[in-house]
């Protein structure tokens, strides 16, 4: 019984398919035309605990259309090239990272943020952040030891090797500007904390760039939460209390998205 099936279509008419069949998760690229299953990967077995929703899953293809991949809980976990008949997993289990070599990830810069370690950079901000405003009191505890955790992530590619990415960690709401080269965070922006009369989901949140690129911004409930200006250097934010708080309204601020 399928209990979940998602895909996006490639070139000459293939499409990338997950579908989740009996508990187990499945990533293949498919032909309608002929039926034919070019390739195959099982991306996780049955069992698995959490189990795997729709919105854990991103299909995509290469920018030159030559590969498709599929991300599950932020990370790339198979992908499969069309063009050599080569293919790569990177099973989904508790201890397992992602995929991560360049060779295979090149191509997906525009669709793809490899979200284990934009929450190692966070991490690695906050604590070197902390340090510096109270060097003598804040212990350091090592990277692998604080594990790479989140509520939810939502991104936008943007230019430069630049991100924009809001993070709800469970119990505040922050957008960031995040350099894809160097893996760090350049600025951020806080948005919310969680309280009984604020709870944001996933399907809540869009976050996008305006059209010239200089900007980034986050809506909520669709409303512009919080815009990070690139170009200039500066930031607007409403504080988001409840589902009712008014968003930015300033037309010079709000100028390049799309309405």
């Not at 995509?60 to 063009?83: E, L």
């Not at 191509?107 to 370690?117: A, P, S």
Request: proline share 4%; glycine share 8%.
């Amino acid at each position: 019984m399928t209990e979940l099936m998602l895909e996006t279509q490639g070139p000459d008419g293939l499409f990338a398919v997950f579908q989740e069949d009996e508990g187990e998760g499945f990533f293949f690229a498919y032909k309608p035309e002929t039926q034919d299953v070019l390739a195959q990967i099982r991306i996780y077995e049955s069992g698995l605990n959490p189990s795997v929703r729709e919105s854990d899953v991103q299909l995509m293809w290469s920018s030159d259309r030559t590969k498709c991949g599929i991300a599950v809980w932020g990370q790339m976990r198979g992908i499969i090239n069309i063009a050599t008949g080569e293919e790569t997993c990177a099973p989904l289990e508790s201890d397992h990272r992602g995929i991560v070599d360049p060779e295979w990830l090149k191509g997906f810069e525009k669709n793809y943020l490899d979200q284990y370690l934009f929450v190692r950079s966070r991490q690695r901000y906050w604590k070197e952040t902390a340090k510096e405003q109270e060097p003598e009191t804040v212990q350091v505890r090592r990277e692998d030891e604080t594990p790479p955790e989140t509520n939810f992530i939502v991104y936008a590619i943007g230019p430069k090797e630049q991100a924009a990415v809001f993070e709800d960690e469970g119990e505040t709401g922050y957008l960031y500007l995040y350099s894809l080269r160097e893996q760090t965070v350049v600025r951020y922006l806080h948005i919310y904390d969680r309280s009984n009369r604020l709870v944001v989901a996933r399907e809540d949140v869009e976050v996008m760039w305006s059209e010239d690129g200089t900007k980034c911004g986050v809506a909520i409930w669709g409303k512009m939460r919080g815009i990070i200006d690139v170009a200039s250097d500066r930031e607007g934010r409403v504080w988001l209390e409840n589902r009712d708080t008014p968003g930015i309204g300033d037309r010079e601020w709000l100028k390049g998205f799309r309405s």
